[in-house]
């Protein structure tokens, strides 16, 4: 039997987080590992594993619009970074779309 999806555990009330908003179609909370004085995932709560499988639907414009939810809410609106990885080889390690909200710290461009 497969393990049940984290993120999937984490909307349904069964496993903890520190949630930052919630609305019908998403949940942000902390992450547990922040690479950033502020970092929040926003996640669907209907499970898509990651972006390629679901191209074009409105699942996108909830995400990003809990992302700017999020941004404005932590008090940081003035500048953040938003982080998808999508796909294994990109780093994406939980099967579970979700976009990085990153802020608090000046970033460097190119990443890494």
Request: proline share 8%; aromatic share 6%; net charge negative.
């Amino acid at each position: 039997m497969a393990e049940p999806c984290l993120f999937c555990e984490i909307v349904s009330g069964r496993v903890p987080a520190r949630r930052v908003y919630e609305d019908e179609r998403v949940l942000a909370f902390h992450d547990i590992n922040p690479m950033a004085p502020v970092h929040v995932l926003v996640v669907p709560k209907v499970h898509i594993s990651c972006a390629a499988d679901d191209p074009g639907s409105e699942v996108w414009g909830a995400v990003m619009d809990g992302a700017v939810r999020v941004a404005e809410l932590l008090g940081v609106s003035g500048g953040y970074r938003l982080v998808v990885n999508s796909g294994e080889q990109a780093g994406q390690t939980i099967p579970h779309l979700h976009v990085h909200v990153l802020a608090g710290r000046r970033f460097n461009w190119p990443p890494g």
